[in-house]
């Protein structure tokens, strides 16, 4: 016991013990995993039989690559993500300008704004199911008073248009917190400044505004990216990736692979798929976004 | 006058706006309170009266044990906030003063976040499945630590970047360990940051579904999986599901107005510091 | 504020405690079941138990359930972790194969306890169903099939109103080219459940007093495969035949073109195509669709006032209408097994057994389930699976082939396919699953 208390605070390896946690638990939680992964890529695995594996080459990663399905959820999660976050972004910066404008008193109402994004995705899209329902939801009764009877939310037609929606109501504010922060920042004496120089309201945007937002836009529109595009929660308790693999991204087609079709191998050469892709925006974070002077 | 219809005007865009993004939510707060035949009505009725039944109808269920299910999420969620601050602040320490793993480790941690979980569905399930871990509160609480690690891990570093070398060196030389050092003399003065990490690590893992629906069969259902319980055969009973929504939303709600500073800075912190 | 830290604590710790001391005495035994009017049903006879012989069991028995959507993939995924979460598993007939390797037969059980007896109640031919290799791996709980659910207050309209007769003539020559005349809904055809559909649709009879003449399910669901499969057998048609798939074949375009005829003309509401069993309940309980081809379960649904107040005493029921070779219709069982996994097999067989008698069974259908038990399922439906019934292919592909089916029928339904290429596509599809 004694011995223990001195190693712990010997301060050559205090350091050590200090970060060994974290790294423990690290290994656990994702060591095993990502091996597992890279191993069983290569082999044969059912979900029914899980102790039965059969060596099977690159098989499952060729299967994925000529798997149409895999590349329509691929796309699918491109497209959508590209325009969701373009929305969200332009939307909450207008909002965010209007009320930097505007609103700079009552702070209280941003507690509002905070709630869409606090709410699990995965209820968000419950609560729109119940929304959109045929019978009983709401909009499509307000819809069919205004004069826009019968549409149908969830079908190819439009299902696209609607999860667009309900990702911006879920997600806009947290555009909008961000950029409504970093306005604050902005010194009241340079707006002052600027306006008895003569500058218009659109100068004073170009040239005091844009340049302090412009990196949180890109930040926040970077990480609506990455959360963006593994969505799951939302699609998946909304329309189950359908109709058909319409709307089904590319978590729920992994998802799908392995709990439903039980195909074990497809789905992690899947997934494997998807940490490459995951690579590029892993790299960009790590180059400009992560704080350099960590000194 | 034309100054108080200005304001009029303002006030109407702003409420309109909050009523848009907020409608999903009202709406569901509102059939929580609706009879069954007040929700089956056509058209829906904004006003009418309100009932409890849904309330105490989703804790009657027993094949549905709502109650179970709010407390596996409180569990699940106050365990792996503390877990994950548990871990990241020593290491925060380490990485900061004795400049172990600044390098690569760090950043490699940080960025975790990019990379999507649903890679991992599967093994860790395979791995739990080895280890009895599936459908245990435990399960789930160490995979949601590993979630919320990298904020808790970016923010303790902030932090420590930022605390006064002199006062750690003048307990230093009063003859604390580096232990002692980061019990009584850091840790104290952490508390708006472990308050953030702690606040928006508990909504994350509160509101996470994935895992919570892939590894828990009956005894750790989270609130997330338990509210789509009610989704049944029976489309008319959304007032059941409208109810456990509704008192699911609470706690992220409590969060929101209480420690709403909290939650900007720590959002901010995430976004824009690194 | 140390001291704040300190009694938050504590309350966690006292809600770890007292989460696990919430257990009593008795051995507690989860059954895994089906969310719907079913486990309603089972609800009141567990309750029963409980109280009763439980008791005197020493046993209590604790209901489970998942989400209906993805109930299957869960259990299948909570198996193949050796779940001990619930003892009793919920194995209908079409994945008793695939679940087999994690269930126990449960004959021995019976016969340990004196009551292999008790299995005589159930009909024969659901026994059967229930087994694999020749074991017996679970209790049938409900026969599924399904009928037809009309409104027997706008039939008798129909068939009473001179009017509304030759105005039905004038729309079923218009659009089946035969002009044909209302009839009982027992004896219809599918063209005489078309033309009621087509009546009671206002796009195209704007007297009709609902929008739409009928409600079809038509979802990427292996359960809105088997309602098509009643067309389907009616006209003669087979899945599989000698190994190979014979889906593709005249019987099954005629089988598709009833269904475009009602989706084309929309007597079906447009948002068919995302519906199943609750959905198609809701059209015809709120007003909105006239008719329903549906699962058995849903009649205590229609008829009851809580749930569908505006139409619960106007609901007629009906076989499924005949084609050229009669009335068809698709049965399969729902069924309780053992869990391989569990540590509770002995006392989770108790409740097996208590629930093979026939007053468990009577309790059971009083309360809205459908045991396959002579003497106590309804004449009516006993007949129905009698004369009608009909199983499809019955092997380790079963689902898979459903699936399949499923996948490229939704797509015809929703117009995205022709007739031809999907049912080319299907056939395909299923001779690849057999020859694995």
Request: net charge negative; aromatic share 14%; charged share 15%.
């Amino acid at each position: 016991m004694n011995f223990l208390i001195k190693i712990l605070n010997d301060e050559k390896y205090i350091k050590y013990f200090l970060i060994a946690p974290l790294i423990l638990l690290l290994l656990f939680i994702l060591g095993f995993p990502s091996i597992y992964d890279l191993v069983f890529s290569f082999f044969k695995v059912e979900l029914g039989s899980l102790d039965n594996v059969q060596y099977n080459g690159i098989k499952n990663f060729t299967e994925v690559f000529n798997d149409s399905e895999f590349w329509s959820s691929v796309e699918f999660s491109f497209k959508f993500t590209v325009t969701a976050v373009l929305l969200e972004i332009i939307l909450g910066l207008s909002i965010a300008l209007f009320f930097f404008s505007y609103l700079k008193k009552f702070k209280w109402l941003i507690s509002f704004m905070l709630l869409p994004m606090m709410t699990a995705p995965a209820l968000m899209g419950i609560m729109f199911r119940l929304l959109l329902n045929d019978f009983v939801g709401v909009i499509p009764q307000y819809l069919s008073i205004l004069g826009f009877p019968g549409i149908t939310f969830l079908t190819r037609e439009h299902v696209y248009k609607t999860l667009i929606i309900i990702d911006i109501i879920q997600w806009t504010p947290f555009v909008f917190i961000l950029v409504f922060a970093g306005l604050q920042t902005i010194s009241k004496d340079i707006i002052e400044a600027s306006k008895i120089d003569g500058a218009n309201a659109f100068q004073r945007f170009e040239s005091i505004i844009l340049p302090t937002i412009t990196p949180i836009l890109v930040t926040a529109g970077f990480f609506r990216f990455i959360d963006t595009f593994r969505i799951f929660d939302k699609i998946y308790v909304l329309t189950g990736g359908g109709p058909g693999n319409y709307t089904t991204s590319i978590s729920i087609y992994i998802y799908k692979m392995a709990f439903s079709y039980g195909n074990i191998g497809k789905s992690i050469a899947a997934s494997l798929f998807l940490l490459l892709f995951s690579l590029i925006p892993l790299y960009i974070s790590l180059k400009f976004i992560i704080r350099k002077d960590l000194d | 006058m034309l100054n108080k219809l200005k304001k009029l005007l303002i006030f109407l865009i702003t409420f309109i706006i909050i009523i848009f993004f907020n409608f999903p939510l009202i709406n569901t707060i509102l059939t929580a309170f609706k009879s069954s035949s007040a929700i089956n009505a056509y058209p829906q009725q904004w006003i009418f009266t309100p009932t409890l039944t849904n309330f105490r109808g989703i804790f009657q269920q027993s094949s549905t044990p709502f109650g179970q299910y709010m407390i596996n999420s409180i569990l699940i969620a106050l365990g792996s906030s503390l877990l994950a601050l548990i871990v990241s602040i020593p290491a925060a320490y380490t990485i900061v003063r004795y400049k172990v793993g600044r390098k690569y480790f760090f950043p490699f941690v940080v960025n975790l976040r990019a990379i999507p979980l649903i890679v991992f569905a599967l093994p860790i399930y395979i791995l739990y499945r080895s280890m009895g871990l599936v459908d245990t509160r435990l399960g789930l609480i160490l995979i949601d630590t590993l979630i919320n690690i990298p904020l808790a891990l970016l923010i303790s570093v902030s932090f420590m970047q930022d605390f006064p070398v002199s006062i750690e060196e003048a307990a230093r030389i009063d003859g604390c360990t580096v232990w002692q050092t980061l019990i009584y003399v850091i840790f104290p003065l952490m508390r708006p940051s472990i308050i953030t990490v702690g606040i928006l690590s508990f909504i994350y893992t509160w509101n996470e579904f994935l895992f919570g629906m892939i590894l828990s069969i009956n005894n750790s259902t989270p609130v997330t999986v338990g509210t789509t319980m009610f989704i049944t055969a029976w489309g008319i009973k959304w007032g059941l599901v409208a109810a456990a929504m509704t008192i699911s939303i609470i706690p992220p709600l409590i969060f929101v107005f209480i420690t709403q500073k909290y939650l900007i800075s720590g959002l901010a912190a995430g976004a824009v510091k690194g | 504020m140390r001291k704040n830290y300190k009694i938050v604590l504590l309350a966690v710790l006292l809600l770890f405690v007292f989460s696990f001391l919430v257990q009593g005495q008795e051995t507690e035994v989860t059954m895994l079941y089906w969310p719907g009017p079913e486990s309603e049903a089972m609800q009141k006879v567990v309750d029963h138990y409980n109280d009763t012989q439980g008791k005197e069991d020493g046993i209590q028995v604790e209901m489970l359930q998942f989400s209906r959507q993805g109930f299957f993939d869960k259990q299948q995924t909570a198996l193949s972790a050796k779940t001990k979460s619930f003892d009793i598993a919920f194995p209908p007939t079409y994945i008793l194969g695939r679940l087999a390797p994690n269930l126990e037969p449960i004959e021995p059980y019976f016969e340990k306890n004196g009551a292999l007896d008790n299995l005589d109640i159930y009909f024969d031919s659901t026994l059967e169903a229930m087994s694999y290799n020749d074991q017996l791996y679970a209790l049938p709980t409900d026969v599924s099939f399904h009928l037809t659910f009309y409104r027997k207050d706008l039939l008798n309209e129909l068939i009473n109103n001179d009017e509304w007769t030759k105005k039905y003539g004038e729309i079923t020559e218009e659009y089946l080219g035969e002009k044909l005349q209302p009839k009982e809904a027992e004896n219809w055809t599918w063209d005489d459940y078309v033309g009621y559909s087509l009546f009671f649709t206002k796009s195209i009879n704007n007297e009709s007093p609902t929008r739409y003449g009928t409600v079809l399910q038509l979802k990427n669901l292996i359960f809105n495969v088997m309602i098509w499969d009643d067309v389907l057998f009616s006209y003669g048609g087979k899945i599989v035949e000698n190994n190979k798939s014979a889906l593709n074949s005249p019987a099954a375009e005629k089988a598709l073109d009833i269904y475009m005829k009602i989706i084309n003309n929309n007597a079906t509401p447009p948002s068919s195509i995302n519906y199943e069993f609750a959905e198609a309940n809701q059209a015809v309980s709120s007003g909105q669709s006239a008719s329903t081809i549906n699962y058995v379960a849903a009649y205590s649904s229609l008829t009851s006032q809580e749930e569908s107040p505006q139409v619960y005493d106007k609901i007629g029921r009906a076989s499924v209408p005949a084609g050229s070779e009669g009335n068809k219709v698709h049965i399969h069982n729902l069924g309780v097994g053992l869990n391989k996994h569990s540590d509770k097999k002995d006392e989770a067989s108790q409740f097996l057994i208590y629930l093979a008698t026939k007053e468990a069974m009577q309790s059971y259908y009083d309360n809205g389930g459908l045991p396959p038990v002579e003497g106590v399922i309804d004449e009516y439906y006993a007949q129905n699976i009698d004369k009608y019934g009909f199983s499809e292919y019955i092997g380790k592909e079963t689902v898979p082939i459903l699936e399949e089916m499923a996948k490229y029928l939704s797509e015809t339904w929703s117009n995205q396919t022709g007739s031809k290429e999907a049912l080319e596509k299907a056939d395909e599809a299923i001779n690849k699953l057999l020859a694995e």
